[in-house]
């Protein structure tokens, strides 16, 4: 994962929960925090010359759907960079994956314009005798294309699968300073990455409510050391939506805020009314 995108930074919130774990089930997990048909968007906010300005939107939707004749989730999610944000970074990023309905890893594609570069991963997993097997495609900015392929002896995810998996996990027992260790795969890589939590704090989302929520950072391996790449916030409820994430970024600093929310499984229990 050499390159990176306000994108990779956004799933970053995703990983909150993951536990590095040895392959059983086909890497299976119960499913507590969505159904098909949730739908959330973003707004995505530039630190520009020390003046935030408003620099695009993401949203992301998770249908119900039929993968190589199975059951299964299909989720996708975009960003989009304004022309403000254009002028000086262009971003248009698609992800897509499918999982099973129990949560296994299936397919995963991700579509990257960063700049002038535009890149495609594809990870395509299969569970032979119990192990995590991979194929890894990477289709590079100039047209020439690398394939591997790799079994692993535990769980690896993608950045939109695990987004997924990790929602239903539950961090009521954690105390400030747990960590916890996060095997990552994309188109021609596998990474190690940590997360830390650090409390809770009440944020406000750009739809003007205020919610209770869960403060962590995503840490990042890098020369032997874990550097933070994002701090974010996930709702302090059964559903773990994401509502705020400050990105610390190489050309900058960025921000995203949730606009709304809907066909989410749970009610919303950690909104604060006051």
Request: charged share 25%.
């Amino acid at each position: 994962m050499k390159h990176r995108s306000i994108l990779k930074y956004i799933l970053a919130v995703v990983l909150f929960a993951v536990q590095t774990s040895v392959a059983t089930a086909q890497c299976t997990f119960r499913n507590t925090a969505f159904n098909g048909g949730e739908y959330l968007t973003y707004n995505l906010y530039y630190n520009w010359k020390f003046v935030w300005m408003k620099a695009g939107t993401a949203s992301m939707t998770t249908i119900n759907t039929v993968y190589q004749g199975k059951k299964a989730y299909r989720a996708s999610l975009t960003t989009r960079g304004n022309s403000k944000a254009d002028g000086m970074f262009v971003l248009r990023d698609t992800l897509l994956c499918y999982t099973s309905d129990a949560l296994a890893p299936l397919y995963f594609r991700k579509g990257a314009k960063e700049g002038k570069r535009y890149t495609i991963d594809e990870v395509f997993y299969s569970y032979p005798g119990g192990a995590c097997h991979t194929r890894q495609h990477r289709r590079r900015a100039d047209g020439t294309h690398h394939w591997e392929q790799h079994t692993w002896n535990e769980c690896v995810y993608d950045m939109l699968s695990i987004f997924l998996r990790a929602r239903s996990f539950d961090p009521s027992n954690w105390k400030k300073g747990h960590a916890i260790s996060i095997p990552i795969v994309d188109g021609n890589s596998r990474e190690k990455a940590q997360l830390r939590y650090s409390g809770t704090t009440v944020i406000k989302a750009d739809n003007g409510k205020k919610y209770r929520c869960l403060e962590l950072s995503y840490m990042e391996l890098q020369k032997g050391k874990y550097k933070e790449v994002v701090r974010f916030y996930v709702t302090d409820d059964s559903n773990h939506i994401p509502v705020r994430l400050d990105l610390f970024l190489r050309f900058g600093s960025a921000k995203a805020f949730l606009v709304s929310m809907k066909g989410n499984r749970n009610p919303i229990a950690s909104e604060v009314k006051k």
